[in-house]
């Protein structure tokens, strides 16, 4: 019998990640499938329930909504900066900086360029969409034994 997708399982795939208009954001379907242990943190929790109870060979699409894929957009991550951190020459629209916060670095978005401030979407770029989600289950294996 296949052992099916639990936590704990090691999971070896393929997977695209697409918006609602279709434009894929990750995919490794050209490429070497992704092996993961389930619960490990490398796939968002939303992500995960989608997969369980799947085993070998199983292909399925799912739609996760904002909540449970990347967050929905928050209004109070989006910060003006003054323009003196930046040098000139670096501000443009879509430029994404690391900056330093308490817990290590947390990428920005510029989104508006002003006089004197530099608004700046701290958002996870995916914020707000609806992610669909394809995958095809390549092998499902219980966690290893060191």
């Known amino acids: 019998m296949a052992l099916l997708i639990d936590s704990g399982t090691r999971v070896t795939m393929h997977f695209s990640?697409?918006?609602?208009?279709?434009?894929?954001?990750?995919?490794?379907?050209?490429?070497a499938p992704a092996?993961?242990?389930?619960?490990d943190g490398n796939l968002l929790p939303g992500?995960?329930?989608?997969?369980?109870?799947?085993?070998?060979?199983d292909e399925r699409e799912f739609l996760i909504p904002p909540e449970s894929a990347f967050g929905q957009h928050n209004p109070q991550n989006v910060q003006d900066v003054d323009r003196s951190n930046f040098s000139a020459d670096e501000v443009e629209l879509g430029t994404v900086f690391s900056f330093q916060n308490g817990e290590g670095e947390l990428p920005g978005v510029v989104i508006e360029v002003g006089k004197k401030d530099v608004r700046v979407d701290?958002?996870?770029?995916?914020?707000?969409?609806?992610?669909?989600?394809?995958v095809k289950i390549m092998t499902v294996a219980p966690q290893s034994v060191h």
């Not at 990640?17 to 490429?31: E, I, K």
């Not at 992500?47 to 060979?57: N, R």
């Not at 701290?122 to 394809?134: D, E, R, Y």
């Open 17 to 31: 990640l697409a918006l609602d208009n279709g434009h894929v954001v990750d995919s490794n379907f050209d490429g």
């Open 122 to 134: 701290f958002n996870h770029p995916l914020a707000g969409q609806t992610i669909s989600f394809k």
């Open 47 to 57: 992500f995960e329930t989608q997969l369980m109870g799947l085993s070998d060979g």
């Open 35 to 39: 092996t993961f242990m389930v619960g």
